[in-house]
């Protein structure tokens, strides 16, 4: 974890650690420094803003929800006056929705049923703040991935509550708590907020596996060891739950690849593989026929979109139409007699391999979903060509299906 | 208790490993997400309802099949929890703040009633997610709802289990929640088809249980199964799909046997299973592809013989054919492979071009009549000496009996294999040293009788003779 702008540190002394929470050094050391700055916040008075980033789950919201368990237990009477409000911007970056969202939690908190009718988020943190009467108010709030909040222009939320930093508010005081997974969101706010922002950042890493692995173990009360292979996407959620599937299920394999490739096993009728098959091999010359026309051995094409690859030459995600394979399938059937169907069986065939996602549809922007499928509608293939040819030569399947994919080496 | 009926035998593995995922544990917890996928009709749903009813589980169960907007979908969810007039929920914010509300009221219930001091768990079953997941326009939904928990700060304490058919990472939008939001890794658990077997074994419990069937005729049952999945398997693997269209065909098959009595006397029984292969083509092109209904086809389809007075008399002649009963296109193809037979090669252009038949198919004739008169040497070889045609030869003969405005389709080949299996024509060819046929250069031989050919083209009047040169 990397620490920029240290905040002064205060003379408190660190509380027990709650057993709840998997601390090691590192953490304990934001723990330490980001809940003095919680303190100071409450006893200087004074409103800030700070964010905290990192990896998606590496627990951001946990530490922060304990810091905020600690201070309401160090001092009881803050219970009345510090009001801690919970906001995601996937959900109330819109200001009329975070007004509702503030009020059912303020609700919550002070288990009240007070419905203040206000337009305006400055407004409403006025008119909470004036309940206290003489006593100030504290404001925290967490903009849970901060970034959507900057998305919108003249976003009122943020004005209201960076302002606030400003603005010599003698009945509260807010502390801003931006929560992100990017570390360069700072530089997504427009000037004005970017130059009311404080520049005080914590960005967190995730703990090692093994030490994570121990801490559940631990929790649990569970004596044995278990080894959680190191992947590309695990999260601190992530290896908690192959922990629990594992305590429950012991026969389950813990290398298991958490992204496997289309299940090809168990799921794919002879003529659906066939028409796998064949879809490999029109987009195999598709290709052939486009780096040929990039290589300049076909006379040119006056299509533009050719051009604009031979320019770039970068070669696209292939695109067939359904009439392309159809077209390969009669060839097919013609040739070996094997295999035909009426083009109305193929079609649904083809549409169950679309439903399963071994190929998918290029849906226009304003075209529905359930439009049925239609001889110009484009797919592209989704499908791991090593893996087909893997099943192909390994599983027991008719031998024309091993003739055609032999034939056609294109996989 | 209720039990999973005998059709799930072949599930008992995915059975216990989630069994174990969602049997109680006073130490460890639930998973949170659970994903499990697969085709179509392969016992997901009944398997995972099964489980969570033997447990005594509160399941808030969503078929999304039946839910057509997002709205919907809220009003659904907060309806299963509360019996009170349920207010407006525009959007997210407001189904999560209605969530919370609820979950805080329930456990301040529980708190109140001494009894009940454990807190509500619930859990939440989407099925078929991909049908939820379209109406989703801001592509967050999955995310949010897998942290259902942390928005409604606590309080409404789940397990999110998901039903789709395709792999967890190619869901709708999941590209996008992975680029902005981070990855998401539920225990996901692929339950595979069922293979032919466990097909045959589950069809033959359900059709036994469900049609009234006397025990001689099961064997038959059983025979048409299989025969039935040699047609059908090949295309789905969907039970379904497959247990419809075959309850179908064994109505057939009954309906058949209570109106004629048939005494199974081994010819016929041979003749009806290989013709009922071409029912089962009908069956697929027609009820499987939707374009028509059950009832339908079996007013307008039989795999059985139309019996007349006329049919039973030829069938005295030929038993094992039945002239009425082939289609259009397989008695053409019976003339055309006839006719290349009778006449040679050299004739096929003069006798088939469709521009000049008129005048060249009698300049044929009367040039023939002329040599035969100038030599008594035959050029062609007769019918008795099993002369093979090659495929293409007979395809374009085939064209030019049919004309321009019936097109040459795939079909054919379903007709060709129809006359291969009754034993009307035979699929030769040169094979190799290891004896292997080429499949690359298929020939057919005609085996059918002179008359039988000639009572073909009557039926369907086609003057045969004006095509013969001898």
């Known amino acids: 974890m990397s620490l920029r702008r240290q905040p002064s540190r205060a003379t408190a002394k660190p509380s027990p650690v709650s057993s709840s929470l998997f601390i090691n050094s590192t953490i304990d050391l934001f723990l330490e420094q980001f809940s003095q700055f919680v303190r100071r916040h409450i006893t200087e008075n004074k409103s800030e803003t700070v964010l905290v980033a990192g990896p998606p789950c590496c627990g951001k919201t946990k530490l922060l929800e304990y810091i905020f368990n600690k201070v309401y237990n160090e001092d009881i009477s803050l219970n009345e006056r510090l009001f801690i409000f919970r906001l995601n911007g996937l959900i109330h970056s819109i200001e009329s929705l975070a007004i509702q969202e503030i009020l059912s939690q303020y609700n919550i908190q002070q288990k009240t049923t007070n419905d203040y009718q206000c337009d305006n988020l400055q407004i409403l943190l006025e008119t909470i703040s004036n309940e206290k009467k003489d006593k100030k108010a504290f404001f925290i709030f967490t903009l849970d991935h901060f970034e959507q909040f900057t998305y919108q222009k003249l976003n009122s939320i943020l004005y209201t509550l960076f302002d606030a930093v400003y603005l010599n508010q003698k009945s509260y005081s807010i502390l801003t708590i931006a929560i992100s997974n990017r570390s360069d969101c700072l530089e997504l706010p427009e000037k004005r907020l970017k130059s009311r922002f404080s520049q005080i950042y914590y960005i967190l890493s995730s703990p090692s596996i093994d030490e994570y692995t121990k801490y559940i173990l631990q929790l649990y009360k569970i004596k044995k060891d278990i080894q959680i292979p190191n992947d590309l996407f695990n999260s601190l959620t992530n290896i908690e739950q192959k922990i629990i599937h594992y305590l429950r299920d012991s026969n389950i394999n813990m290398n298991e690849n958490t992204r496997p490739d289309q299940q090809l096993d168990g799921c794919l009728t002879h003529l659906e593989l066939l028409l796998l098959l064949m879809t490999n091999n029109v987009i195999k010359r598709i290709d052939e026929k486009l780096q040929n026309k990039i290589n300049g051995t076909n006379e040119s094409d006056d299509d533009d979109n050719d051009d604009e690859e031979n320019k770039s030459g970068i070669m696209t995600d292939t695109k067939f139409t359904f009439d392309q394979i159809y077209h390969e399938y009669s060839k097919y059937v013609l040739k070996n007699q094997k295999y035909f169907y009426d083009k109305a069986v193929v079609r649904k065939t083809f549409l169950h391999l679309i439903e399963r996602g071994f190929i998918r549809r290029y849906v226009g922007r304003y075209a529905s979903v359930d439009e049925p499928l239609s001889s110009e509608h484009t797919m592209i293939m989704v499908i791991n060509s090593d893996e087909l040819k893997q099943y192909v030569e390994s599983k027991p399947l008719p031998a024309e299906i091993k003739r055609y994919a032999k034939l056609n080496t294109i996989i | ?470």
Request: with cysteine; aromatic share 10%; proline share 3%.
């Open chain 2, 1 to 470: 208790m209720l039990s999973l009926s005998d059709s799930y035998s072949c599930r008992l593995s995915i059975c216990s490993s989630l069994e174990k995922l969602f049997s109680s544990n006073p130490t460890i917890p639930y998973p949170s997400h659970v994903y499990i996928y697969g085709n179509n009709n392969t016992g997901k749903s009944t398997i995972i309802k099964y489980i969570l009813n033997k447990y005594n589980h509160t399941i808030l169960w969503f078929d999304c099949r039946e839910i057509y907007s997002l709205n919907m979908f809220y009003h659904t969810f907060i309806s299963l929890l509360s019996n009170n007039i349920i207010p407006v929920m525009k959007n997210f914010n407001d189904f999560i703040r209605i969530l919370r509300d609820l979950s805080i009221q329930d456990m301040n219930n529980n708190n109140n009633n001494k009894k009940k001091k454990t807190k509500q768990y619930y859990f939440v079953v989407l099925h078929h997610i991909e049908l939820l997941l379209n109406y989703d326009t801001t592509g967050h939904l999955l995310y949010l709802l897998f942290k259902l928990n942390e928005l409604t700060l606590g309080y409404f304490h789940h397990t999110l289990i998901l039903i789709g058919h395709q792999p967890f990472y190619q869901l709708p939008q999941m590209n996008q929640i992975e680029a902005e939001l981070g990855v998401l890794t539920p225990i996901t658990i692929f339950v595979p088809a069922y293979t032919r077997t466990e097909i045959v074994t589950i069809l033959q419990n359900i059709l036994t249980q469900q049609q009234d069937i006397l025990p001689s005729s099961i064997s038959q049952l059983q025979i048409i199964i299989e025969l039935a999945l040699q047609s059908f398997y090949i295309v789905t693997n969907d039970l379904i799909e497959l247990k419809d269209m075959i309850t179908m065909c064994i109505k057939d098959f009954l309906r058949s046997n209570t109106k004629k009595q048939i005494n199974d006397d081994g010819t016929n029984h041979d003749y009806r299973i290989l013709y009922q292969k071409e029912f089962f083509m009908q069956v697929l092109n027609s009820v499987y592809t939707r374009s028509m209904s059950i009832p339908k086809f079996l007013d307008t389809h039989t795999a059985d013989e139309e019996t007349t007075d006329k049919s039973s008399h030829i069938s005295t002649i030929n038993n094992k054919n039945n002239t009425r009963d082939l289609p259009l296109s397989a008695k053409f193809l019976l003339i055309a492979i006839y006719l290349a037979t009778q006449n040679p090669i050299k004739y096929d252009r003069m006798l088939y071009d469709k521009q000049n038949q008129g005048k060249k198919s009698r300049r044929a004739k009367i040039m023939h009549k002329r040599t035969q008169l100038e030599s008594s040497k035959i050029e062609y070889l007769p019918l008795s000496s099993n002369k093979s045609i090659s495929l293409n030869r007979l395809l374009a003969i085939y064209c030019s009996l049919q004309g321009d405005t019936i097109p040459l389709t795939t079909q054919i080949y379903t007709q060709l294999s129809l006359l291969t299996a009754m034993r009307l024509i035979e699929l030769v060819g040169s094979s190799n040293e290891t004896g292997i046929i080429n499949l690359n250069e298929p020939k057919y031989r005609c085996t059918s009788s002179n008359d039988y050919v000639r009572r073909v083209a009557a039926s369907i009047d086609f003057k045969i003779d004006n095509l013969i040169l001898v």
